[in-house]
């Protein structure tokens, strides 16, 4: 079973940010009290907060969902169509073989990188080994 991560952040711009997340990437609301709100982000719980002078916003390095590839290519056409410059091309290696896996990164308008992931065989490449 998956179980959802939550991953909190500062944003310059609530407004800009909801824009995106819910009209290009069309993900949903959670709570939203207009100095923070919640995305459901492919799953996941992701908080982001108007950036206050005592709360600054610093970009993430990078992070982003895991999808299965039909999910992963319509998002990127989504992306694609609404302009939205990939920092990463689609890209895709090992074509057809059972290591296959495609990524693509682009950013967010507070400038947080997304990385949108599949793997050809999620459970080989993802699964924990035990030691």
């Known amino acids: 079973m998956i179980k959802p991560f939550h991953l909190s952040f ?16 069309d993900c949903n609301v959670g709570r939203d009290n207009g100095k923070w709100l919640d995305i459901l982000f ?3 719980q992701i908080t982001m907060h108007q950036e206050q002078p005592s709360m600054k916003a610093k970009a993430i390095d990078h992070f982003g969902p895991v999808l299965d590839k039909a999910e992963w290519q319509a998002v990127a056409e989504k992306l694609s169509s609404s302009g939205v410059a990939f920092q990463l091309p689609p890209t895709i290696k090992d074509n057809g073989t059972s290591a296959e ?15 949108f992931k599949y793997y050809g065989s999620f459970s080989t490449t993802i699964e924990a080994k035990n030691a």
């Open 101 to 115: 896996s495609g990524k693509y990164i682009v950013k967010d308008p507070a400038g947080n990188l997304l990385e």
């Open 42 to 44: 492919f799953g996941h």
């Open 10 to 25: 500062v944003v310059p711009d609530l407004n800009q940010a909801k824009e995106f997340y819910v009209n290009v990437l």
